[in-house]
Nanobody
Framework: QLQPVESGGGSVQAGGSLNLTCSIP????????GGWYRQAPGKERELVAR???????RYGDFVKGRFTIFHDKAKKQITLEMISLQTEDTALYYC????????????????WGQGTQVTVSS
């Protein structure tokens, strides 16, 4: 079963930056796009950034231009570059990838990964 693997999380001070990467081991079909979501303790999972197959980007309201999502089609990776991190950005960050399903003729979501922890201290 295909599952994304998130990496790049860590602990930084407020104002710092991190780059998160989502890859899918064993994937042989193209990726279409995907997104990053996050969940802080006691809160619901929320959208951070999403990039559709036709290149449309969508960001959570809290991003305010600090994060950028990229889709490297050759590497089949989805990255999230984060700058000006704030303590409120502390959460477990998950990737949701979309891959091409040839029999269905469309892109489909695959299972969530385990997430990568981002901790921002003041």
């Amino acid at each position: 079963q295909l599952q994304p693997v998130e990496s790049g999380g860590g602990s930084v001070q407020a104002g710092g930056s991190l780059n998160l990467t989502c890859s899918i081991p064993g994937l042989v079909v193209p990726t279409c796009g995907g997104g990053w979501y996050r969940q802080a303790p006691g809160k619901e999972r929320e959208l951070v950034a999403r990039l559709s197959g036709d290149g449309i980007e969508r960001y959570g309201d809290f991003v305010k231009g600090r994060f950028t999502i990229f889709h490297d089609k050759a590497k089949k990776q989805i990255t999230l570059e984060m700058i000006s991190l704030q303590t409120e950005d502390t959460a477990l960050y998950y990737c949701q990838a979309q891959i091409w399903n040839a029999p269905w003729g469309r892109c489909v979501n695959i299972d969530w990964g385990q997430g990568t922890q981002v901790t921002v201290s003041s």
